[in-house]
């Protein structure tokens, strides 16, 4: 089975810019979620996706979005970019919400400029 | 608020040595734990995980950690480190009630040829 996938590797975007980053879970997989990565505050969750719906929001700000697709497939947006966004996004799926094990893909790595 | 708290950032070792990473949670309800970990250049794997049942889990790679439910804690250990275990470990918490998932900060552990 191939894994989550996450696209694109890398990104460099200015301030002010938005951003959209893609995420396809593991097949079969429909539960979608989104953390970010950064070295001060480690590894944060963003927000978690099943079926279409988001079922879980972490504590970031509105600029920060997502969505998921009827193939269970997932974009994140975050709109006006800061300084302060420059991090690892990374991407889990699982095939549920509750307990499942997450697999997570190999991250989009966002500089901010 | 959930937390998890990992105790050690940086650990190094002698190959060989002995290995035990703390970790505790703040949280009373039914929870999920995980270890994560992120080697250099590769994703966030598994390396094990606790739902219920023994809390002496084993996980990939000689890993095993003990889940003590009066103390809120997940230690990891390993009782002979190899050089291919420089990573980062990362711990992680899941609760029934939120169902996000939360990180530890991690711990870098180097280990010495």
């Known amino acids: 089975k191939a894994g989550v996938t996450q696209t694109p590797r890398y990104l460099i975007k200015t301030r002010g810019q938005q951003v959209t980053l893609s995420c396809s879970p593991i097949?079969?997989?429909?539960?979608v979620s989104w953390y970010q990565q950064t070295p001060g505050q480690g590894l944060q969750f963003l927000f978690e996706?099943?079926?279409?719906?988001?079922?879980n929001k972490g504590n970031f700000p509105g600029r920060f979005s997502g969505r998921q697709f009827s193939n269970s497939r997932s974009e994140m947006n975050v709109s006006t970019l800061e300084l302060g966004d420059s991090a690892l996004y990374l991407c889990?799926?699982?095939?549920?919400?509750?307990?499942?094990?997450?697999?997570f893909g190999p991250g989009t790595r966002l500089l901010v400029l | 608020a959930q937390s998890v708290s990992q105790h050690n950032h940086h650990v190094i070792l002698s190959e060989a040595a002995s290995l035990e990473l703390g970790c505790n949670y703040s949280y009373g309800g039914t929870v999920n734990l995980f270890w994560y970990v992120q080697y250099p250049g590769q994703h966030l794997q598994l390396l094990l995980k606790y739902f219920s049942g023994d809390p002496l889990v084993k996980g990939i790679k000689g890993f095993e950690a003990e889940f003590i439910k009066s103390k809120f804690s997940f230690n990891l250990r390993k009782p002979s480190v190899q050089w291919s275990d420089t990573a980062e470990y990362f711990c992680?918490?899941?609760?029934?009630?939120?169902?996000?998932?939360?990180f530890g900060q991690g711990t870098t552990l180097q280990v010495k040829p």
């Open positions: 889990a799926s699982s095939l549920g919400t509750m307990g499942e094990t997450q697999y």
């Open positions: 992680a918490v899941r609760s029934s009630n939120t169902g996000k998932l939360i």
């Open positions: 097949s079969g997989h429909r539960s």
């Open positions: 996706y099943f079926s279409e719906t988001q079922r």
